[in-house]
Structure formats: structure tokens, C-alpha cells
């Protein structure tokens, strides 16, 4: 069983950044994040793998950047130019053979 420990959420203005962080109890493949504002699906943001490769969402691309410490079974989502619309829980996850989901972290982005 992977535990997923999250951190880094909280309160922002329009333009600033936060920057999450997530370390896993041991090494997995695919670390990211995904989020869901009240009333609407849950998207995906970002994946990197093990290797590095990256998948980011359109809607965040140029703005958020996912990296990871593969020491650490740690990943980070260092999101810039926060826009209201970013607002939402942010949860990251964890895929290998099962998927794992962190307890979610609130970002609030007020205009």
C-alpha cells in the first residue's frame, strides 16, 4: 500500500504561485496530480514518470511545471500565473500496478 503525503496548498492572489509537493511511503512509476472544482469532473494536470517524461494539461501548460526527486519518491507541481479558475482541490497521484490518490489539498486563487 503507497501513502501519499501532500502539502503546499493554501490561499493565493490572481498572478501569484504556490508550489505543491507530494512524497510517496516508496518508489512508483507515474507520480502527478489531478484536481476537481466544486461541481465539475475530476481533471487531470500533470504526470511525470520515473524517467522524467511529462504530461501536462493544456489548460496549465507554460504556467505549471511537474518535476520529482526519485530519492525522495517525492513530486512537485510549481504552479505560476494562478488564475481563479485554478481554484479547486488538487490531489495527487501515484500509478504502478494499483492507483493511489493522495487526501487532497485545497488551492484557492482569488481575483
Known amino acids: 500500500q503507497v501513502r501519499l503525503v501532500e502539502s503546499g496548498g493554501g490561499l493565493v492572489q490572481a498572478g501569484g504561485s504556490l508550489r505543491l509537493s507530494c512524497a510517496a511511503s516508496?518508489?512508483?512509476?507515474?507520480m502527478g496530480w489531478d484536481r476537481q472544482s466544486p461541481g465539475k469532473q475530476r481533471e487531470l494536470v500533470a504526470r511525470?514518470?520515473?524517467?522524467?517524461?511529462?504530461n501536462v494539461a493544456d489548460s496549465v501548460k507554460g504556467r505549471f511545471t511537474i518535476s520529482r526527486d526519485n530519492a525522495k519518491n517525492t513530486v512537485y507541481l510549481q504552479m505560476n500565473n494562478l488564475k481563479p479558475e485554478d481554484t479547486a482541490v488538487y490531489y495527487c497521484?501515484?500509478?504502478?500496478?494499483?492507483?493511489?490518490w493522495g487526501q487532497g489539498t485545497q488551492v484557492t486563487v482569488s481575483s
Open positions: 497521484q501515484a500509478s504502478g500496478q494499483r492507483v493511489y
Open positions: 516508496f518508489s512508483i512509476n507515474v
Open positions: 511525470i514518470s520515473s524517467g522524467g517524461s511529462t
